[in-house]
């Protein structure tokens, strides 16, 4: 058996009478995903705050890591300074204590030509007794000066290839850190050789002044015995020979070793570099591979956003879904309100009478036969939600309400209303015809049209004139 109009409005007076009805009839018309709707969108709510908060404390956990990163980094670099003030300083004593014995080696120096003058011209009064011995000893001094200069000048080009050494050795050492314990060794022994080589040139110092003393003796002796004295300078001169053929071997040797050490150093330092750089590729692989991640970081954070931008905006349209089906359930139930309630018009016209649905369309169908309306006009007027016909509040004519009925009355009910008004009005000039709208709210622009177009506001049963619609009740 078919569910008649009449069978819905048998119903609708029964939820009027027991209104307790109503949920148990809006569990049988709502789908259990609307009934589900507010406790599946908290759980969802609760789900993504959730996430934010495993978000945020990533963030958190890689902001202190980086915070670790730089400060350890500021307390390795705190320490490199210490340790290259400390080297520095070490560096500085180095050079105090060199000049201090340069200046002592120039003393000796000066102190040493002096007496050679002496030796010169006490050497000048022999060459005046013997002359040949005189001549043989000078060729001999020259040859002495000679192995000596060369000897100095040995040692000068020692002296610049260890400077230049040194430097070189002190400008690559600015550049590691890995290396201090090695050079404070080196150092070291530097320290114990410098310490050794003076000791040798006081010994040789010594021994200088014993040579010294040895020849003024010999000088003494050559006056009172010339043979003898010639036969011991023959004696000397070989063992001079021989001490100058032992210092030429010890400086080779010297050349030899420092050639080894240079040798050594490159070596070393060709190793430092190879492990530099292979240190400088592991840093370059960190950095390519926190890139990386920061890479994927941000994906996963851009991918992330753009899942909660799909998720707010999937919301967003469930939000006006459910709020279109409320305004639409809110609307069934404010035309049946105004539907069922005929005494509500008596504000508007006299003796209020509902068209039911067969009376609209015996209406609709005979405006249209007399070709007074349209058929799109008819099916327009069809579309109201309630049509009332009354008489006139002054006077003996009909009076017809075009009523369009809404929860919150916007602009589009104002023009529909008014514009399906005007139609009806137009097919029957000779009754009154009103446009009304009916909700417990309006909106501010709605109540604006409303009052520009005439249209009437019925709200809970009392009917305000577009002018009377008082701004104070308007909703925003």
Do not use: C
């Not at 120096?109 to 002096?114: A, C, I, K, S």
């Not at 890995?178 to 110092?205: C, D, K, S, V």
């Not at 709020?323 to 003796?351: A, I, T």
């Not at 604006?448 to 002018?467: E, I, M, Y």
């Amino acid at each position: 058996m078919a569910f008649t109009v009449r069978d819905f409005e048998s119903l609708i007076r029964l939820l009027d009478q027991h209104p307790e009805w109503l949920e148990a009839l809006r569990q049988r018309i709502l789908t259990r995903e609307l009934i589900e709707m507010p406790t599946t969108l908290q759980a969802l709510r609760l789900e993504t705050e959730r996430h934010f908060q495993r978000v945020e404390e990533q963030i958190a956990a890689l902001m202190e890591a980086q915070r670790r990163h730089y400060e350890e980094f500021a307390a390795y670099r705190q320490e490199t300074d210490r340790r290259f003030a400390e080297l520095a300083e070490a560096q500085r004593r180095h050079y105090e204590e060199f000049a201090a014995h340069r200046q002592e080696f120039l003393t000796y120096r000066q102190e040493t030509d002096r007496r050679f003058a002496e030796l010169a011209e006490a050497q000048r009064r022999h060459y005046e007794e013997f002359a040949a011995h005189r001549q043989e000893f000078l060729t001999y001094r020259q040859e002495t000066d000679r192995r000596f200069a060369e000897l100095a000048e040995a040692q000068r080009r020692h002296y610049e290839e260890f400077a230049a050494h040194r430097q070189e050795f002190l400008t690559y050492r600015q550049e590691t850190d890995r290396r201090f314990a090695e050079l404070a060794e080196a150092q070291r022994r530097h320290y114990e050789e410098f310490a050794a080589h003076r000791q040798e040139f006081l010994t040789y110092r010594q021994e200088t002044d014993r040579r010294f003393a040895e020849l003024a003796e010999a000088q003494r002796r050559h006056y009172e015995e010339f043979a003898a004295h010639r036969q011991e300078f023959l004696t000397y001169r070989q063992e001079t020979d021989r001490r100058f053929a032992e210092l030429a071997e010890a400086q080779r040797r010297h050349y030899e070793e420092f050639a080894a050490h240079r040798q050594e150093f490159l070596t070393y330092r060709q190793e430092t570099d190879r492990r530099f750089a292979e240190l400088a590729e592991a840093q370059r692989r960190h950095y390519e591979e926190f890139a990386a991640h920061r890479q994927e970081f941000l994906t996963y954070r851009q991918e992330t956003d753009r899942r909660f931008a799909e998720l707010a905006e999937a919301i967003r349209r469930l939000a006006e879904r459910v709020d279109v089906l409320d305004g639409r359930v809110r609307g069934w139930e404010h035309e049946d309100h105004y539907r069922n309630r005929p005494r509500r018009y008596r504000q508007l016209v006299r003796d209020p009478h509902i068209l039911s649905v067969e009376e609209r369309e015996s209406l609709l169908q005979f405006l249209e036969r007399e070709g007074r309306l349209t058929t799109e006009e008819a099916d327009e007027l069809g579309e109201v939600d309630i049509l009332v016909r009354g008489r006139q509040k002054e006077g003996e004519g009909d009076a017809y309400l075009v009523i369009e009925v809404s929860a919150v009355v916007h602009t589009e009910d104002v023009e529909r209303a008014a514009e399906r008004a005007a139609a009806l009005q137009r097919a029957l000039p000779e009754a009154e015809v009103q446009a009304v709208v009916a909700g417990s709210e309006i909106h501010p622009m709605a109540a604006a049209l409303a009052r520009d177009q005439g249209v009437w506001w019925l709200k809970d049963g009392r009917a305000f004139s577009p002018s009377e619609i008082p701004t104070s009740s308007l909703k925003s």
